[in-house]
């Protein structure tokens, strides 16, 4: 997708420039949508610096996000007892690595959002094929009701990401305070929530979640399953049933990357046709227990 990383008080200037530019690259930029964290180990010694990288797209489309430090609002590492270790400071989007990261034993969720200054403009075709890979329907509904499935289509958006990372013994934390940390809501306006430890020893069958958005349980929204080692395509997906809830086979080894997407409609007077919230999370499974 194709995204113009400003305040929006510039676009009357460079809208048409920014129009130009979207339509040159739409071919590769219409894939990009999945933001993630990747730290360069999921499972790392205590106090021991390891990197990171923020990743966004699939297959031949993947790259380095080129998001700037200005954009990003939250990095913060939040501990099974809910404490939230503050670790914006620790980034630097655009050097070899974009940040890193050490912290003490125990499990931890690694999270980061951004503000939604980031626009994106596409023509109609490319709009409404973008919504319904994406199952958007709030946004496909609201252009069929105002009959404006042959108009450009604009949002701005954010991105929110989690990732699951062990430091140190896997005694660190225990069993129960591992399903109360994985199924805590951190607050994001669109977050997957798990219901099962998938590094419970032993591994459970089935990787149940949830996915709030603003607070509440969303129904009918898409998530998407990657094995980030071949992420061309997803390897499983599932739309969230009436209470917000979806399931998959518990995975293999491997790193795997949860995604998923919802937008809403703003007013008429709004800059944007919509405002829209990527939200990711990854973990990785190994051989080892948990």
């Known amino acids: 997708m194709f995204a113009i990383d400003w305040p929006r008080r510039a676009r009357s200037q460079g809208a048409g420039i920014a129009l130009a530019v979207g339509l040159s690259t739409l071919a590769t930029a219409a894939q990009a949508h999945d933001f993630w964290i990747q730290p360069e180990r999921y499972r ?9 990288t923020l990743q966004v797209g699939h297959g031949s489309d993947r790259q380095r996000s080129k998001i700037g430090l200005r954009r990003i609002t939250r990095f913060a590492a939040v501990a099974a007892d809910g404490h939230s270790i503050d670790l914006r400071g620790r980034l630097h989007p655009g050097e070899a690595s974009d940040g890193d990261f050490e912290l003490p034993a125990g499990g931890y969720q690694l999270v980061l959002e951004t503000d939604a200054r980031a626009q994106s403009h596409l023509p109609a075709i490319r709009f409404n094929d973008y919504l319904r890979a994406e199952g958007l ?5 609201d252009r069929q009701r105002n009959g404006r499935m042959q108009a450009e289509g604009s949002e701005n958006y954010s991105r929110r990401s989690k990732a699951i990372v062990r430091v140190g013994a896997c005694d660190a934390t225990t ?21 099962q430890n998938p590094y419970a020893h032993p591994r459970p069958s089935r990787l149940p979640l949830r996915v709030l958005y603003e607070g509440r349980t969303l129904a009918g929204a898409l998530v998407k399953l990657t094995r980030l080692e071949d992420d061309a395509q997803p390897f499983a997906t599932r739309y969230t049933d009436a209470e917000g809830r979806a399931e998959f086979a518990m995975p293999a080894q491997g790193r795997w990357l949860l995604n998923v997407i919802w937008t809403k409609p703003l007013p008429a007077s709004s800059e944007t046709d919509y405002e829209t919230v990527f939200s990711s999370l990854s973990f990785e499974l190994d051989d080892a227990t948990r």
């Open 44 to 52: 790392i010694a205590p106090d021991t610096p390891t990197a990171l």
């Open 137 to 141: 329907t709030p946004a496909l509904q």
């Open 175 to 195: 069993p129960a305070q591992w399903r109360t940390m994985l199924s805590r809501p951190l607050g994001l306006p669109l977050e997957i929530v798990l219901d």
